[in-house]
């Protein structure tokens, strides 16, 4: 079955990084695009950015250009989101979801980031 | 971008009631168009896609429609597992914008 698996909670200081992953399994990875999503708490839901698993291709929302890279290593079917630069509005739950039919049937169970000093 | 635009932000209602969201789209996205429907702590749940298309396992009383810029989501029958927050989403162009989210609460 379908399955995306993403890294464990982080705390990270103002001005660090983070790193999330997303290990897909149950299907072909090179055949869907991975979106990344965040949620602030109590907040709705912020579209990040899309990668192809395929050819490593982007787009990022550009709010987040030039803090967020998103990679993907085909050896191990895994996805990976970097911010750089946390602030303490980075605070958030962060999801990767998988595109089908232009919609989002597949996603992760999140990670949360807390940014605090 | 394109904005989205949900109303209302929250109601009440009770089970069985019949239930409507709107979502308005700030520019034409045709058909592009899902609901999504989160409870806290869970990753949001995929219920309607291009914008009248049940996803398989969704149960029958979620209905969505419309095209162009004006949609809604109705459950006919609210049950008490319905009780969440819905968003819409276009998936028409990048990037693929959130409407704000509509609480659907216990009367």
């Known amino acids: 079955q379908v399955q995306l698996v993403q890294s464990g909670a982080e705390v990270k200081r103002p001005g660090a990084s983070v790193k999330v992953s997303c290990k897909a399994s149950?299907?072909?990875?090179?055949?869907?695009?991975i979106h990344w999503v965040r949620q602030a708490p109590e907040q709705g839901l912020e579209w990040m950015g899309i990668?192809?698993?395929?050819?490593?291709?982007?787009t990022y929302a550009q709010k987040f250009q030039g803090r967020v890279t998103m990679t993907r290593d085909t050896s191990t079917s895994t996805l990976y989101m970097e911010v750089s630069s946390l602030r303490s509005d980075d605070t958030a739950i962060y999801y990767c979801?998988?595109?089908?039919?232009?919609?989002?049937?597949?996603w992760g169970q999140g990670t949360l980031v807390t940014v605090s000093a | 971008d394109i904005q989205m635009t949900q109303s209302p932000s929250s109601l009440s209602a009770s089970v069985g009631d019949r239930v409507t969201i709107t979502c308005r789209a700030g520019?034409?996205?045709?058909?592009?168009l899902n609901w999504y429907q989160q409870k806290p702590g869970r990753a949001p749940k995929l219920l309607i896609y291009?914008?009248?298309t049940l996803q398989s396992g969704v149960p029958s009383r979620f209905s969505g429609s419309g095209s162009g810029t004006h949609f809604t989501l109705t459950i006919t029958g609210l049950q008490p597992e319905d009780f969440a927050t819905y968003y819409c989403?276009?998936?028409?162009?990048?990037?693929?914008?959130f409407g704000q989210g509509t609480k659907v609460e216990i009367k």
């Open positions: 979801a998988r595109e089908e039919n232009s919609s989002w049937y597949y």
């Open positions: 149950g299907y072909r990875f090179t055949r869907y695009y």
């Open positions: 990668i192809n698993p395929d050819d490593g291709s982007t």
């Open positions: 520019q034409t996205i045709t058909n592009y």
């Open positions: 291009a914008a009248s």
């Open positions: 989403q276009q998936s028409y162009r990048r990037p693929y914008t």
